[in-house]
T-cell receptor, first 113, second 115 residues
Framework: GENVEQHPSTLSVQEGDSAVIKCTYS??????FPWYKQELGKGPQLIID?????GEKKDQRIAVTLNKTAKHFSLHITETQPEDSAVYFC????????????FGTGTKLQVIP | DSGVTQTPKHLITATGQRVTLRCSPR?????VYWYQQSLDQGLQFLIQ???????AKGNILERFSAQQFPDLHSELNLSSLELGDSALYFC??????????????FGEGSRLTVL
């Protein structure tokens, strides 16, 4: 089955700096790669996603890159703000008759004011 | 609001007891997922249902069981509870077919405390 590894497990950055979280996956059939943000006491929420036919996607201060050959994808947050502090999860999804989702282990991001 | 409703939000019970967690998926979503999240841990996949049928099983204990009903709501049953079962249990839903975006919509979770 699919295996998703995520690094680092914790990340502290100064406000205004950039943060990068990396994930690798094992199943070449995975074709959808979402990133979820989980704030304290809440359920994870999708913040950005990328499909296997795209190499990069950007949404304001957040961007995701995908390297299908190397089977890795990354989340980039620029100009970090205190409200970016949360746990971030990557995931790999294979579609077909039904969707199978595999999550990474999560990265706890702390943005220091 | 994700559209996914989980009840109860909080539950405190004793070891050896049995509890049922309920999830109503987003309108139109056919797939329901259950995840367990212990303190400072990641999302441990328990089980997935699609249109009433079990589709995938993760690290779900034999003491735990789940089902998805014809109206698509799902229940997670936890029995013979142990202290280590204390956790946040999330339900998520998605359209579940190749026509969907693939996005999972999570509920707010049910926090279970076993004393």
């Amino acid at each position: 089955g699919e295996n998703v590894e995520q690094h680092p497990s914790t990340l502290s950055v100064q406000e205004g700096d950039s943060a990068v979280i990396k994930c690798t996956y094992s199943d070449s059939a995975s074709n959808y790669f979402p990133w979820y943000k989980q704030e304290l006491g809440k359920g994870p929420q999708l913040i950005i996603d990328i499909r296997s036919n795209v190499g990069e996607k950007k949404d304001q201060r957040i961007a995701v890159t995908l390297n299908k050959t190397a089977k890795h994808f990354s989340l980039h947050i620029t100009e970090t703000q205190p409200e970016d502090s949360a746990v971030y999860f990557c995931a790999a999804t294979s579609s077909g008759g039904y969707q199978k989702v595999t999550f990474g282990t999560g990265t706890k991001l702390q943005v220091i004011p | 609001d994700s559209g996914v409703t989980q009840t109860p939000k909080h539950l405190i019970t004793a070891t050896g007891q049995r509890v049922t967690l309920r999830c109503s998926p987003r309108s139109g979503d056919l797939s329901v997922y259950w995840y367990q999240q212990s303190l400072d841990q990641g999302l441990q996949f328990l089980i997935q249902y699609y249109n009433g049928e079990e589709r995938a099983k993760g690290n779900i204990l034999e003491r735990f069981s789940a089902q998805q009903f014809p109206d698509l709501h799902s229940e997670l049953n936890l029995s013979s509870l142990e202290l280590g079962d204390s956790a946040l249990y999330f339900c998520a839903s998605s359209l579940g077919t190749s026509g969907g975006t693939g996005e999972l919509f999570f509920g707010e979770g049910s926090r279970l405390t076993v004393l």
